[in-house]
Nanobody, 121 residues
């Protein structure tokens, strides 16, 4: 069984910073992509950023230059460093990892439980 546990959310003032973490545990053979999504009530989940196993990164336009995604393969952990936060960044943030539990298995999508980020003065 695989679990993703997120941490690092909270309340921050506009212009502030937060760092989210998402650690995978359990039966893991390898992890392909890692990424972050966010969602507000009544809205669709929105892709924020992703990082491949080789370290290539992509970001949605609204966070480019402010957010940085990184990963620590030894710890099966993905991070999202968020700077210059804006009220419109407020959302529940979910991590997403493509995990193979065995050598013979295709990567499956796993999700974290979500962590609330609130940007407000």
């Amino acid at each position: 069984q695989v679990q993703l546990v997120e941490s690092g959310g909270g309340l921050v003032q506009p212009g502030g910073s937060l760092r989210l973490s998402c650690a995978a545990s359990g039966s893991i053979f390898s992890i392909n992509f890692m990424g972050w999504y966010r969602q507000n009530p009544g809205k669709q989940r929105e892709w924020v950023a992703r990082i491949t196993s080789s370290g290539s990164t992509q970001y949605t336009d609204s966070v480019k230059g402010r957010f940085t995604i990184s990963r620590d393969n030894a710890k099966n952990t993905v991070y999202l460093e968020m700077n210059s936060l804006k009220p419109e960044d407020t959302a529940v943030y979910y991590c997403n990892q493509g995990i193979r539990r065995t050598m013979d298995e295709y990567p499956r999508n796993y999700w974290g439980q979500g962590t609330q980020v609130t940007v407000s003065s």
